[in-house]
């Protein structure tokens, strides 16, 4: 990174700072006002959570466990330490180590590869990297232990496969004998595209992830769901891997506060992003992954410098105290890809405000970037 | 577990629910009290640590690095993530498996075997049960990676090494080319028995883990520290272990808070403890180890049934108020071994109060025990 754009960059983050209104997620709560909330919801409990017991961590698992309809559920500090978790339970289930993945899991990209160098297990990718698994995907025999899904798939602008295909998808793998994990980082968003409840979603898998922060505003944490058997032996693996914490309070107090707040946001963002994709897709220069959207997010590509991007929205949150966009998750020479996670900041203006904004904030930029790229 | 004593261990929850002193520790915050207090500590950060980078975070792995004398220090959720973590590291760089432990090592008795399960290590056991590892238990020779030392040693009442003889241990690691590890979960007790500082003394070992939350009242939390390479290289593990969350924010602040209020207060217990252990041990009956005690915290064994004790300790927190004991740690045939960590809490009152309190509750049980056996 050259130096102007660390300068760039830092500009960002003071203007990100001092933004009044976002796009992106949930209106922003300082971190001491969150903790005044959370010493206002422990007041409903006697005690605090220990190593994993107690009514203040149980009742948040029986609450995310009855929402995915599954008979047990344990927290975690993270996915990265739930989902190779439950695939190692699966693989030693199965006795064997292969576990097959989208190019794009996070297990594959952002994970330093613990699901090999630590948990012992080995990545076959399925599937293109730009679109989700297909049952097209799947090989007519394998001798994986498990497949994972990512609903949506979050590197893919959150994209889903067709009710029908996941079916299909889920059909196989009870026929080869291989266990179906989701990775369930953003599985709140599905309901509305699938017309089926998380219970209906997640009755598909034999284990469940989901987060407890991304789209909920928790602090940290997740939750991984499945059967009684499989949660006991969860139990045992997670106190080998160091998540089994004397108290984790805060983490279960913000995702109860998260589950009460932003839950039923989430799904009234897919119909708002439903509204709002076409609406920014009519700015000339830019594109939108998946149009129409499939959940409550989407990616945008710029064909744009990393700089000239960060720039325009920096200078627009400066002048307007208004945040666009977050940085770009992919930069390429032809351009950077953003995400945009929807949720009640975005939903307190209309989709025309929006519109109008981003033409604001990009459209002479993009116009100026075609021109000079058909001279 | 029979009913019967499920039912006392209820009563004995409960009164310690009410109590309203207690020898153990330091005084007892509530749950919301304690985040209203993070809530005003986190008015000094304009923003929270995200994936363990930011003031927030790096302050407090700045603060005990510095504490420890080590040029580097990471946050992490727990002891039992940081300390097989740190022995991977080392035998990844010596290319051997071998870790050499304390029989009554945590990682041997409380981590549900993570070491070998997960982390592929393979534990060699050294010295007695019932004592610290002395030099004269080393071996000739080794091909192990690394020797882990626990200080003080908490399933023994935390006895230490002498000082001399923990040097010639180390100069033994060295001269054989095995990493020193200290298990310093209460490492904060060492430095009065030793007449040394904690730097002079985590100058020993190569890494050191000390945990956030135990003698210092935390929420929960541990920090692993060692040279910047050696810390560089954890950082990769802990995000394949699933340990480098979005957020610590409250754990952090926790830490802090438990530093500055009771850090100092873990060296005074210490001297307190020199004056407490015997009184109490001229009670007739029980038997305290070790006495002298070494650090701040210490062993007592009763020569009757669990139940008998848990009751005595319940029906006296009934009675006056007062907690006297924790649930024992050792239950044999022969009696009970209970812990005592010495901090605030005990401290608030004479040893004398004590050692009365503890008369009026066990003497008369104790001196029926021994009149029983007698006969």
């Given at each position: 990174?050259?130096?102007?754009?660390?300068h760039?960059l830092?500009r960002?983050?003071a203007?990100?700072?001092?933004?009044?209104?976002?796009?992106?997620?949930?209106?922003?709560i300082?971190?001491?006002?969150q903790?005044?909330?959370?010493?206002?919801?422990?007041?409903r409990?006697?005690?605090?959570?220990v190593?994993?017991?107690?009514p203040l961590?149980?009742?948040l698992?029986?609450?995310?466990?009855e929402l995915?309809?599954k008979?047990?559920?344990?927290?975690?500090?993270?996915?990265?330490?739930?989902?190779?978790?439950?695939?190692?339970?699966?693989s030693?289930q199965?006795q064997?180590r292969?576990v097959?993945?989208?190019?794009?899991?996070?297990?594959?990209?952002?994970?330093?590869?613990?699901?090999?160098?630590?948990?012992?297990?080995i990545?076959?990718?399925i599937?293109?990297?730009?679109q989700?698994?297909?049952?097209?995907?799947?090989?007519?025999?394998?001798a994986?232990?498990s497949l994972?899904l990512?609903?949506?798939?979050?590197e893919?602008g959150?994209?889903?496969?067709?009710?029908q295909?996941?079916?299909?998808q889920?059909?196989?793998?009870?026929?080869?004998?291989?266990?179906?994990h989701?990775?369930g980082a953003?599985?709140?968003?599905c309901p509305?595209?699938y017309q089926?409840?998380?219970?209906?979603?997640?009755?598909l898998?034999d284990?469940?992830?989901?987060?407890?922060?991304?789209?909920?505003g928790?602090?940290?944490?997740a939750?991984?769901?499945?059967?009684?058997d499989?949660i006991?032996?969860?139990?045992?693996w997670?106190?080998?891997?160091?998540?089994n914490?004397?108290s984790y309070a805060?983490?279960?107090l913000?995702?109860?506060?998260?589950?009460d707040?932003?839950?039923?946001?989430?799904?009234?963002?897919y119909?708002y992003t439903?509204q709002?994709?076409?609406?920014l897709?009519?700015?000339e220069?830019?594109?939108?992954?998946?149009?129409?959207?499939?959940?409550?997010?989407?990616?945008?590509?710029?064909?744009?410098?990393?700089?000239e991007?960060?720039?325009a929205?920096?200078?627009y949150a400066?002048t307007t105290?208004?945040?666009?966009?977050?940085?770009?998750?992919q930069?390429?020479e032809?351009?950077c890809?953003?995400?945009v996670?929807?949720?009640?900041a975005a939903?307190?203006?209309?989709p025309?405000?929006?519109h109008?904004h981003?033409?604001?904030?990009f459209?002479p930029?993009?116009?100026?970037?075609?021109?000079?790229?058909?001279?």
């Open positions: 990174m050259s130096r102007g754009l660390d760039v830092q960002f983050a203007a990100q700072q001092q933004a009044t209104q976002s796009i992106l997620r949930h209106p922003r300082e971190l001491s006002d903790l005044e909330q959370l010493a206002q919801r422990a007041t409990y006697t005690e605090s959570d190593y994993g017991r107690g961590i149980e009742e698992e029986q609450r995310v466990a995915l309809g008979p047990a559920a344990l927290f975690f500090p993270s996915g990265t330490m739930a989902q190779p978790l439950a695939l190692r339970i699966h030693d199965r064997q292969e097959l993945l989208h190019p794009t899991s996070h297990l594959l990209l952002h994970e330093q590869n613990g699901l090999q160098e630590l948990w012992g297990l990545p076959t990718t599937g293109e990297a730009s989700p698994i297909r049952k097209a995907d799947l090989p007519q025999s394998t994986a232990s994972v990512e609903l949506p798939a979050r893919i959150g994209q889903l496969p067709s009710w295909d996941l079916l299909a889920v059909q196989w793998a009870r026929a080869q004998g291989v266990a179906v989701f990775d953003r599985l709140w968003q509305p595209y089926q409840s998380l219970a209906a979603i997640a009755e898998a284990s469940v992830y989901v987060s407890l922060y991304k789209d909920l928790g602090i940290a944490g939750i991984l769901a499945g059967s009684a499989f006991a032996t969860a139990r045992i997670q106190r080998r891997a160091g998540g914490l004397y805060p983490f279960i913000a995702a109860q506060q998260g589950l707040d932003n839950l039923q946001a989430v799904e009234q963002a119909h439903q709002l994709v076409p609406k897709a009519s700015i220069g830019l594109s939108i992954t998946p149009n129409p959207p499939q959940a409550s997010m989407f990616h945008v590509f710029f064909p744009l410098t990393q700089r991007l960060i720039e929205v920096t200078d400066e105290g208004i945040v666009m966009l977050s940085l770009p998750r930069v390429t032809s351009g890809t953003c995400e996670s929807v949720g009640r939903m307190q203006q209309t025309e405000y929006w109008y981003w033409q604001q904030a459209g930029l993009l116009a100026r970037a075609k021109k000079t790229k058909g001279e």
